[in-house]
T-cell receptor, first 111, second 112 residues
Framework: DAKTTQPPSMDCAEGRAANLPCNHS???????VYWYRQIHSQGPQYIIH???NNETNEMASLIITEDRKSSTLILPHATLRDTAVYYC????????????FGSGTRLQVQP | DTEVTQTPKHLVMGMTNKKSLKCEQH?????MYWYKQKAKKPPELMFV???????INESVPSRFSPECPNSSLLNLHLHALQPEDSALYLC???????????FGPGTRLLVL
């Protein structure tokens, strides 16, 4: 699985959009980009994933650059409950099933 | 429904105790996982079960013994643990090889 690079921490004002970047410059054509988050002392929560196209669900949007070397997770209207560690994970579609977590980005939403 | 349940929520055990962690899902998922998470670190894979058979063991010490009695249940048997084994133990499941994994809330283990 390709390695990812994320900023260690970010702040965001409540009600504003939170844009969390992830660099995955060694990504292969068959590797998906997954985003999970972990609120303090809870299990990781799946947010969204994508291969090439941008994706949106009720939680967030995922923007993947055309060359697929980086992506951005967008929380459109951050709330205090979105304070968490956000993990960007690159994973092959087939083969090893497990997720390899990096260090993630600690997002602090400020009131 | 994407719920994975884990019991107990918290566990304190001595180094000579034997205890078990339990994980359950009723989503019909055929792959189940154990991860270990130390404080301020990301989760790390321990074991993967696929169709109730152990498919990956990440060189985990034998004092951790996984068991998958049926497709909905995953256990982790603990024996003669060390204080450094204190961590959050996370269970996850997925419907297949390339499907999204869903995590339980974890069991926080303290070994004295």
């Amino acid at each position: 699985d390709a390695k990812t690079t994320q900023p260690p921490s970010m702040d965001c004002a409540e009600g504003r959009a939170a844009n969390l970047p992830c660099n995955h410059s060694t990504i292969s054509g068959n590797e998906y980009v997954y985003w999970y988050r972990q609120i303090h002392s809870q299990g990781p929560q799946y947010i969204i994933h994508g291969l090439k196209n941008n994706e949106t669900n009720e939680m967030a949007s995922l923007i993947i650059t055309e060359d697929r070397k980086s992506s951005t997770l967008i929380l459109p209207h951050a709330t205090l409950r979105d304070t968490a560690v956000y993990y960007c994970i690159v994973r092959v579609a087939k083969g090893r099933r497990a997720l390899t977590f990096g260090s993630g980005t600690r997002l602090q939403v400020q009131p | 429904d994407t719920e994975v349940t884990q019991t107990p929520k918290h566990l304190v055990m001595g180094m000579t105790n034997k205890k078990s962690l339990k994980c359950e899902q009723h989503m019909g998922h055929r792959a189940m996982y154990w991860y270990k998470q130390k404080a301020k670190k990301p989760p790390e894979l321990m074991f993967v079960y696929s169709y109730e058979k152990l498919s990956i063991n990440e060189s985990v010490p034998s004092r951790f013994s996984p068991e998958c009695p049926n497709s909905s249940l995953l256990n982790l048997h603990l024996h003669a643990l060390q204080p450094e084994d204190s961590a959050l133990y996370l269970c996850a499941s997925s419907s297949g090889q390339e499907e999204t994994q869903y995590f339980g809330p974890g069991t926080r283990l303290l070994v004295l």
